[in-house]
């Protein structure tokens, strides 16, 4: 078992740059493999989750080239793919598996997905309910319908559906099955959720349209095989912009990160907590809008975070309680209940162990209590095999006094391979 070793830091200074955005990445490998003709993208994330999903598409037919952040992929057609002759391993990428859920749901084929032990325990009813709908059969274990699961896919028909809970997987999964279905697949959100898949989906000739709320696609011949960069990860960014937010008198830039408006939710929380945000040099690639982001190190404060924020700050919130327990004041996160069905249940996980540290927390059903003015001590923690639980426990090591030993650290790699080495490069 893999630990890191954190010790504390008076200040950040740095310019930075980081990987490509996981959630771009999966839905470029899924829709260059859908598209006729040869796609070349730049930036994309080879951590374990992407790697997961280009193998699982390669076992449907897909060819592709890695070469570092640069990725080649000869697309096979929107109904050129086969039938796999296993289960496809999506391993722990549950975005993976939700898209590849929807397109598995456009197929001649039945389709067997699963996962490591804990995608397996993550329920897929949300998306398995509204793919049978459509027309497809989806069968997982147990009523939550829980991997491994077999989608047996045919001749969709287009519904109209509205979410209970927000979520850009179900809105995903539903988009890509609705480009093999008859007439206009319309998914209609309570709240905005991150979306690069609408974003995208134009890039590749397909045709959507966006009023409001309500995202459509229209069933496709064709997708066209496109060329285009990737930015870099502002949930990965997330964990040094809390590094720099904590330490007064810091100063971080990360280069040419993704601001895409569904996932800028922490700056603006970090903004109202006291930090200074900068975006500077502001561009579009893809589709996608970036920027060279700029934050200074405050004092902060306590700040109520709930509603419409969560969709677009949720993979954020276990960094953005290190910085909440050392603001002044009391910061509340709700209406996030689906925090708890995430990698682990980080509403109890990242309690538990910045409770170790000296933090004082108090986990709510939808989301937690956290008091401000905390000494935190550096200490023993655990992952609890949770990518972001690890990073943000390593981020609160930075500002603890004495060494912190994070146990159960491999999971980072999911997502993040090269943050033990930036965090050491600080």
Not at 9 to 14: E, L, P
Not at 196 to 208: G, I, Q
């Amino acid at each position: 078992m893999t630990s890191l070793i954190v010790r504390p830091r008076k200040s950040v200074q740095a310019e930075i740059s980081v990987p490509g955005d996981k959630s771009i990445s999966h839905r470029a490998a899924i829709l260059a493999a859908l598209a006729d003709g040869e796609s070349h993208i730049e930036g994309f994330l080879p951590a374990e989750d992407c790697l997961h999903t280009l193998l699982s598409l390669r076992k449907m037919g897909m060819e592709f080239r890695l070469d570092g952040e640069a990725l080649t992929i000869q697309g096979v057609g929107l109904r050129g793919l086969r039938p796999p002759s296993e289960a496809l391993d999506l391993g722990n990428a549950g975005t993976g598996l939700a898209l590849l859920m929807g397109v598995a749901a456009g197929q001649p084929f039945d389709t067997t997905l699963t996962g490591d032990d804990s995608l397996r325990r993550r329920p897929q009813r949300r998306i398995g309910e509204p793919l049978g709908r459509m027309g497809a059969v989806v069968r997982g274990q147990g009523e939550s319908c829980r991997p491994p699961i077999t989608v047996r896919g045919g001749e969709l028909k287009a519904i109209e559906y509205s979410p209970s809970t927000p979520s850009a997987q179900v809105k995903s999964a539903l988009l890509l099955a609705g480009l093999y279905a008859q007439g206009a697949t319309a998914v209609v959100e309570i709240q905005k959720t991150r979306d690069h898949t609408e974003r995208m989906l134009p890039t590749f000739a397909a045709e959507v349209k966006v009023e409001g709320l309500a995202v459509s696609v229209q069933p496709a011949v064709q997708l066209r095989a496109a060329d285009f960069a990737i930015p870099g990860d502002i949930s990965s960014a997330a964990f040094f912009l809390v590094a720099t937010a904590i330490l007064p008198g810091s100063r971080l830039k990360v280069k040419g990160v993704g601001i895409n408006p569904t996932r800028t939710g922490l700056l603006e929380v970090l903004a109202q907590m006291g930090a200074k945000v900068d975006m500077l040099n502001q561009r579009l690639s893809g589709g996608e809008p970036i920027a060279d982001v700029v934050i200074g190190g405050q004092s902060l404060r306590g700040v109520q975070v709930g509603g419409a924020l969560i969709p677009r700050l949720v993979d954020e919130v276990p960094v953005l309680c290190v910085a909440a327990c050392l603001a002044e004041g009391i910061t509340e996160v709700r209406d996030a209940p689906q925090l708890r069905q995430k990698e682990s249940d980080r509403i109890e996980t990242i309690a538990l162990e910045l409770s170790k540290m000296g933090a004082r927390i108090e986990p709510l059903p939808d989301g937690l209590r956290i008091h401000g003015g905390a000494k935190l001590s550096g200490a023993r923690c655990n992952s609890h095999g949770d990518h972001r639980i690890a990073m943000s426990l390593a981020i609160a090591a930075l500002a603890a006094e004495g060494i912190t030993e994070i146990e159960d650290t491999e999971c980072i790699a999911t997502s993040f391979p090269e943050f033990p080495s930036l965090l050491e490069a600080l």
